[in-house]
T-cell receptor, first 112, second 112 residues
Framework: ELKVEQNPLFLSMQEGKNYTIYCNYS?????LYWYRQDPGKSLESLFV?????AVKQEGRLMASLDTKARLSTLHITAAVHDLSATYFC????????????FGKGTHLIIQP | NAGVTQTPKFRVLKTGQSMTLLCAQD?????MYWYRQDPGMGLRLIHY???????AKGEVPDGYNVSRLKKQNFLLGLESAAPSQTSVYFC???????????FGPGTRLTVT
C-alpha cells in the first residue's frame, strides 16, 4: 500500500525567510505532484516531477525529487504573504491509470 | 474550454437520502477520478475510470457507486447517505498519455 507522509503539517513563518516542506513516500513511483490549495478552493497544480534528480522552479518555489530516497522537497525562498496556503504532495503508483495518493498537506502561514 | 465542471456546488442531504454528483470534462480525457477531502486530510480516491463503460475502486469506495456512460461524464452516486459522507468531493481528469490531473471546483456535501 502506497503511503505518503508530509512534514511539517503546520508551519508559521515570517516573510523573507526560507523553508522546506518534505514529502516521503513508501513504494516505488514514477510521478510526484505538488499542489497548492487556498481555503474553500480547488487544487492548483504547481509541479509534476517525473525522474530521479528532477528539479523544477517557479518563482519562489522549487521542487526536487530523489526517487532512491523516496523523498521530494518543496523549498520556499524569501517567503511572501501571498504564498500562505495548504500545500499537498501526491504520488502516483508506477505505471497505469491509478489515481493519486496524497499526503495530509502542509498548512503554511506566512506572517508579515 | 470549461475544463472540469462539477454539479452541484453545494448540497445538504438528510441521512438515508440519495443523490448523484455530476462531473463533466470537455478536454476529451480518457481517465477520470473521484476524490473526497475531509478536514485535515489530503484527498482520498473513491473510484476512477479509464474509459467509457469502465470503472474501478479506489481507496475508499464503500457507500458510493459510479458510472461512466459517456466519455465526458463521470457520475458519483450515494444510494443512502450517511453523516460520514459529509465531505468535499473533487473530480479530476487526465489524458492517458499525459501526467497532469485537472481538478474540478469541488462539491461541498453535508449529510445531517
Amino acid at each position: 500500500e502506497l503511503k505518503v507522509e508530509q512534514n511539517p503539517l503546520f508551519l508559521s513563518m515570517q516573510e523573507g525567510k526560507n523553508y522546506t516542506i518534505y514529502c516521503n513516500y513508501s513504494t516505488t513511483s514514477d510521478r510526484l505532484y505538488w499542489y497548492r490549495q487556498d481555503p474553500g478552493k480547488s487544487l492548483e497544480s504547481l509541479f509534476v516531477l517525473l525522474s530521479n534528480g528532477a528539479v523544477k522552479q517557479e518563482g519562489r518555489l522549487m521542487a526536487s525529487l530523489d526517487t532512491k530516497a523516496r523523498l521530494s522537497t518543496l523549498h520556499i525562498t524569501a517567503a511572501v504573504h501571498d504564498l500562505s496556503a495548504t500545500y499537498f504532495c501526491a504520488v502516483a503508483p508506477r505505471g497505469g491509470a491509478d489515481g493519486l495518493t496524497f499526503g495530509k498537506g502542509t498548512h503554511l502561514i506566512i506572517q508579515p | 474550454n470549461a475544463g472540469v465542471t462539477q454539479t452541484p456546488k453545494f448540497r445538504v442531504l438528510k441521512t438515508g437520502q440519495s443523490m448523484t454528483l455530476l462531473c463533466a470534462q470537455d478536454m476529451n480525457h480518457e481517465y477520470m477520478y473521484w476524490y473526497r477531502q475531509d478536514p485535515g486530510m489530503g484527498l482520498r480516491l473513491i473510484h476512477y475510470s479509464v474509459g467509457e463503460g469502465t470503472t474501478a475502486k479506489g481507496e475508499v469506495p464503500d457507500g458510493y457507486n459510479v458510472s461512466r456512460l459517456k466519455k465526458q461524464n463521470f457520475l458519483l452516486g450515494l444510494e443512502s447517505a450517511a453523516p460520514s459522507q459529509t465531505s468535499v468531493y473533487f473530480c479530476a481528469s487526465r489524458m492517458h498519455s499525459g501526467y497532469e490531473q485537472y481538478f474540478g471546483p469541488g462539491t461541498r456535501l453535508t449529510v445531517t
